[in-house]
């Protein structure tokens, strides 16, 4: 006899078995006791939340021989005996992946007539119901609203927003959540003592994580632990699951505190050649890096750690600014959607060390002198007025040229820099606009960066381009909203023609502003020439 996997053996059976799924159980549960049943539910979740385990006990209990409502399912009658061992002729299971076609949804149609074999109702159970054709979808309708008195219909799936209105209209839907690591932890213990395994509750707590609310997935992982040896260790879980130590995750985060971009990088390398998974350190630093964000801001409840490590992430939020934790998040996060496992797998760890530990301008720089490659740039023909004092400004103060210096040394020193945080910024927007507008990037990519001048980043282009930019309103205000967000202050986006010198605003004169020449003189850069 084949030996049977943990996630079959440990199936729930009984509705207080069901793990994480309290309100949608209680009203299953009062629903049946009460007899007030509909003919079509849909069970909408993460995969391994219980959806399936669920349809099975509404078929168990729609059919347990049990006299008490209240009481079903037993488990212990010939109907329920029947569908634990998969042979209850009434509970029919269909793979809505392989059996997507019109054919087999009308094939169900003319069987759904006849009266069943064994209990008092046909259940129907339909997983990954999101995969059937528009032609099956339309095919099931009429079956689904008006089905016989006998039979009922479950559809469960992973990604509820497939599924069309006029289908999920005439059901009756439940959400699953996925399951919290305290939950599944509990579970798996449980488990353990029944199995007579012994795994540390570390390690335990790396494969809930792991796991990402999955019960299905955590038990099936446990069960890779303990094939060879019922004996599991935390360091050993860590090493066959190809997870990071939390250390070392720590140890990055506070890198990433100092700006050390250097140690960052030594500390990725050095896990990965040790054995972690790129990924999983990918997504374990996502999820610390979240845990960080809540506690700074006043919800450490939510963060399910113990004390001691809540005491460590308390003192880690304080020593990171928002924005940097908030620019950290998301570089991690594209992070971790682009390891591939390629020849270079942790290179995306990489740049976001790089990424999250190079300064950023907080801001605007004074105006300067363009540097040699800048052809557009207006010179400077006297000394800028000094800031007015601010908590933004510091950084720039502290930086500025002294007062003794003469002018022209002082817009000599500050070009390079100013420069070099422009081109920083520039590819910052191209990252977060290919998010937003791909379309938009393209243009973009096609620019030219020539410097930042006051609050206005001033790029050449041709003229295609340039009429795209300057002519669409809203492309202009998606550019500027995701400059002032990387920046800091409000910054807009500037276009010149490859080879024209920057202009002042035109004088229109007397002009109507509406007028035919006036908008060719302000947007289009034409002028007056008789």
């Known amino acids: 006899m084949p030996v049977q996997t943990l996630y079959r053996k440990w199936r729930p059976q009984l509705w207080d078995e069901v793990v994480g799924q309290e309100p949608v159980i209680q009203t299953l549960r009062n629903a049946?006791?009460?007899?007030?049943?509909?003919?079509?539910?849909?069970?909408?979740?993460?995969?391994?939340?219980?959806?399936?385990?669920?349809?099975?006990?509404?078929?168990k209990a729609l059919n347990c021989l049990h006299a008490d409502p209240a009481q079903?399912?037993?488990?212990?009658?010939?109907?329920?005996?029947?569908?634990?061992?998969?042979?209850?002729?009434?509970?029919?299971e269909i793979d809505g992946a392989s059996n997507n076609g019109v054919e087999n949804i009308r094939e169900l149609r003319d069987k759904i007539n006849f009266s069943p074999s064994q209990g008092r109702y046909k259940v129907y159970i339909i997983d990954e119901v999101h995969m059937l054709s528009i032609g099956a979808f339309n095919a099931l309708l009429k079956t689904l609203e008006e089905p016989p008195a006998h039979a009922v219909f479950i559809l469960a799936t992973t990604e509820n927003y497939k599924i069309p209105a006029t289908v999920s209209s005439r059901c009756q839907r439940f959400e699953f959540r996925r399951i919290p690591v305290a939950e599944i932890v509990a579970r798996l213990k449980t488990l353990c003592e029944q199995e007579k395994l012994t795994v540390e509750e570390a390690a335990l707590e790396?494969?809930?994580?792991?796991?990402?609310?999955?019960?299905?997935?955590a038990i099936s992982l446990l069960d890779q632990l303990v094939a060879a040896d019922p004996t599991v260790s935390l360091a050993e879980a860590q090493a066959l699951l190809g997870t990071a130590a939390g250390q070392v995750v720590q140890d990055l985060v506070e890198a990433l505190a100092a700006g050390e971009t250097t140690a960052g990088l030594t500390l990725i390398n050095?896990?990965?050649?040790?054995?972690?998974?790129?990924?999983?350190?990918?997504?374990?630093?996502?999820?610390?890096?979240?845990?960080?964000?809540?506690?700074?801001?006043?919800n450490a409840q939510l963060v399910e750690v113990t004390s001691e490590m809540r005491a460590t992430m308390a003192r880690q939020a304080e020593k990171l600014e928002l924005a940097s934790l908030l620019r950290a998040l998301r570089a991690f996060t594209t992070a971790a959607n682009d390891v591939k496992g390629g020849w270079q797998p942790q290179l995306p760890l990489e740049l976001a060390i790089v990424e999250c530990t190079t300064p950023l301008p907080i801001s605007a720089p004074e105006p300067s002198a363009p540097a040699p490659t800048a052809k557009l740039a207006t010179p400077v023909t006297e000394a800028p007025?000094?800031?007015?004092?601010?908590?933004?400004?510091?950084?720039?103060?502290?930086?500025?040229?002294?007062?003794?210096?003469?002018?022209?040394?002082?817009?000599?020193?500050?070009?390079?820099a100013a420069n070099q945080d422009v081109k920083v910024v520039w590819t910052r927007l191209l990252t977060m606009?290919?998010?937003?507008?791909?379309?938009?990037?393209?243009?973009?990519?096609s620019c030219t960066v020539l410097g930042l001048e006051d609050n206005t980043v001033l790029v050449a282009t041709n003229e295609f381009v340039y009429k795209q930019i300057n002519g669409r309103a809203e492309t202009r205000t998606i550019i500027n909203e995701l400059l002032t967000e990387i920046v800091g202050f409000p910054c807009a986006i500037q276009c010149q023609l490859t080879g024209v010198s920057p202009k002042r605003a035109p004088d229109t004169g007397d002009l109507p502003n509406d007028g035919m020449v006036a908008t060719a003189l302000r947007d289009l850069g034409g002028e007056i020439v008789e």
Do not use: W
């Open 270 to 298: 050095s896990a990965v050649d040790a054995g972690v998974d790129p990924r999983q350190l990918a997504r374990q630093m996502v999820d610390y890096l979240r845990s960080l964000m809540l506690v700074r801001l006043g």
């Open 32 to 59: 049946l006791r009460a007899g007030r049943l509909t003919h079509a539910y849909l069970f909408a979740g993460p995969r391994g939340c219980g959806k399936t385990t669920a349809a099975r006990l509404v078929a």
């Open 433 to 445: 606009m290919r998010e937003k507008d791909k379309p938009t990037t393209a243009l973009l990519r």
């Open 206 to 217: 790396v494969v809930a994580r792991q796991a990402t609310g999955s019960l299905r997935d």
């Open 72 to 92: 079903r399912p037993d488990n212990t009658c010939d109907h329920c005996t029947a569908v634990n061992e998969g042979r209850f002729l009434d509970l029919i």
């Open 385 to 416: 007025k000094p800031a007015a004092p601010s908590s933004s400004r510091k950084k720039v103060e502290t930086t500025a040229p002294p007062a003794s210096k003469t002018l022209e040394t002082a817009k000599a020193s500050a070009a390079p």
